[in-house]
């Protein structure tokens, strides 16, 4: 099992102006980097950014930390696979119609 999360370096060094403004447009004028109730919204290291308990990766499970929807843009996500000899991939997710679908094309 691999976790993946999403989310920016808190300089949002990582983060296209045009992504930003795409979520503020979404969120009502809150968008990425922005504070929310769990923290700044998808922030490395806040609070809401984590994952949650219940789905936190047991010893061994790593994680792919990634600055957008797709989990091989811009992470070791190949390097993973292929260091741990992974031929196929089960994907799952909470938001399927985004980043799973992503991933997998």
């Given at each position: 099992?691999?976790?993946t999360r999403e989310g920016h370096r808190p300089s949002l060094a990582d983060l296209p102006a045009?992504?930003?403004w795409r979520s503020r447009q979404a969120g009502g004028g809150?968008?990425?980097g922005d504070a929310g109730p769990?923290?700044?919204i998808l922030t490395r290291g806040e609070p809401g950014?984590?994952?949650i308990p219940e789905l936190a990766p047991l010893p061994g499970e790593d994680i792919i930390d990634k600055p957008?929807?797709?989990t091989f843009a811009n992470t070791d996500m190949d390097l993973v696979l292929r260091s741990c000899g992974v031929k196929r991939l089960i994907l799952g997710g909470i938001t399927t119609d985004v980043c799973v679908h992503t991933t997998m094309r």
């Open positions: 099992v691999i976790h045009n992504k930003r809150i968008g990425i769990c923290g700044r950014w984590n994952l957008g929807k797709g």
